[in-house]
DNA sequence: CAGTTAGTTCTGCAAATACAGAACAAAGTT
DNA sequence: AACTTTGTTCTGTATTTGCAGAACTAACTG
């Protein structure tokens, strides 16, 4: 496949965003090929040349991305290459375990409460709110799912 | 105010998790100290002490803290000294921001959509579900909002 | 079994990060 | 006016990161 400006200038975009979200830049990267690739599935040196690095950074940028569950490959009869693809199918769980996570400062939050004396009650006061509030929030997400698999249909 | 090893403990626990969220090392110790300190105010210099760091390090990162709008300080008539503290009270719309920031991503994936062929449908399916769920979850945040302040009411 | 293909692991380095320490600034104190 | 307090800014550096390139492995191919 051929990439357009386009194609290039959006993978850069998405490979930020990811490297805002804290991964390295190849990493967003490929993310961002799989994505636009329209296959959906890249061999290895499709993207070695696509991206133009090195076969050892892609191939620890794609071990990464396995380890976490976003990335997988297949193979094809006859054809020992492998060919990588974002499991799109996912985002429900990606999405939840986004979810989980920028809500697990409660943990914390929790722990604080227990060992702050009381010398600012305002201070523990919402502090307290804001774990009730992600407590409330964890338990609703599943039926926020519910809903939106009712309204789609 | 004299840490307890509890205390301590606590604060580098804190630490990582910020630092895992793309922050640097000191700013996560700061909002773990800042979190932890019964006051919940702390002076620039306790700041130094308690966490054994240089005056420069601690300058830089509340600079970055009052910048992303974490973190304010005050100051009492009469004393030169500066006391910082967490903005605990604006929890709901922080947490806001980072709901929205991780719906961003439909951003993308709407871009993506755009430019992709339909050599792939059910990616392309998969991809167009995610980003209906993403508008649906934007609108659904106030909402949400709102029925938890109904429940604790 | 020599050569090719497809990818991994190891080694090294350039650039970025995160901080220390010194110099500096601004304001108050004696 | 010299000195102290409360930070800020500048300069240097140890550490970490992110990748390249080479060496390597495993499997297939002629």
Redesign the pocket.
Known sequence: MVLTEKHKELIERIGVFHEHKGM????GRIIGLLLVHEEGEV???EIVEQL????????????FLQAKGRCVYSTRP?????YFALKVSDWREDFQKDLENISEIQKFIDEVLEIRTDKNPEFNCNMKDFSNFLGFFKKEIPALFDRFKRQQA
Do not use: E, I, M, Y
Request: aromatic share 4%; glycine share 8%; charged share 25%.
């Open positions: 390295q830049p190849l990493v061999s290895f040196d133009g690095v090195s076969k050892s950074a892609v191939s620890n940028a794609l071990t006859g054809d020992r290459k492998r």
